[in-house]
């Protein structure tokens, strides 16, 4: 079965599994309205949301090296400084620019040689969030053009995916409902509660989709960049429901 819904302004196909993966009928602890002990069906329920990725993740780094570790730290702040003034003059702002990596470290040059020396490796990273994916390929370009000395991909998110998996959550339960009616329904009988809702498998959240392209940390102002962004983005989830019967 697939239908679609609306959320949050913008599409949002929703794809329900038909398979049904268990049916039980049993007997529970408890009592039915007659007094005697009250029957249940348990079925298992999927389904799928694809929403449409709303933000984007690019990674920046900046590695420098020196004999000396403070001007190699020094000099790499100076880079990064740089990579963050290029985001915000596209109108990238400070709450979507995180710095996730910092690391300074010794190198030996020449190990066991009359030049043996030790060098300082200097490494940043950082995380700029866009919102305007045409913004994107402009954003690569200056941050290279500023000193970015690689660029890690492209990650592209929902930005609300606990939205999306609640979506998927509901989805699932309509369909868990669909198939204990049509079973009690058959066996001349009728759903008449709600013993279990219980996720199966693990937690499932909306997957980022990840473009990686070495050729990306060469990008240049004239080269003309565009990222395109990805197919839809799927949260999956599964459930098993216990429904009493009567």
Request: charge should be negative; charged fraction near 15%; glycine fraction near 8%.
């Amino acid at each position: 079965m697939s239908t679609r819904a609306w959320a949050g302004g913008g599409a949002v196909a929703v794809v329900v599994s038909v398979a049904l993966v268990a049916v039980l009928v049993t007997a529970a602890s408890g009592q039915d309205s007659a007094g005697g002990p009250a029957h249940t069906i348990t079925v298992s329920s999927a389904a799928s949301i694809d929403t449409k990725p709303d933000e984007a993740v690019i990674t920046f780094s900046v590695h420098t090296d020196s004999p000396d570790s403070t001007v190699a730290l020094n000099e790499n702040s100076r880079i990064m400084n740089d990579v963050i003034a290029a985001m915000k003059s596209l109108g990238i702002t400070q709450r979507d620019v995180e710095t996730t990596n910092l690391n300074v470290s010794p190198q030996t040059v020449g190990r066991g040689t009359p030049s043996e020396s030790t060098i300082y490796n200097a490494s940043t990273s950082l995380e700029v969030k866009v919102h305007d994916f045409d913004v994107i390929g402009p954003a690569i370009q200056e941050g290279v053009k500023a000193g970015a000395t690689s660029v890690r991909g492209v990650r592209f998110q929902v930005s609300d995916p606990v939205g999306a998996k609640k979506r998927a959550l509901e989805a699932a339960v309509v369909s868990a409902r669909a198939k204990a009616d049509a079973l009690a329904g058959a066996a001349g009988t009728q759903v008449t509660g709600v013993v279990q809702i219980r996720e199966d498998g693990a937690p499932a959240a909306p997957q980022p989709y990840v473009v990686r392209n070495e050729a990306l940390a060469y990008a240049d102002a004239a080269s003309g960049l565009t990222v395109v962004p990805p197919r839809d983005i799927s949260t999956k989830v599964s459930i098993v429901v216990i429904w009493t019967i009567g």
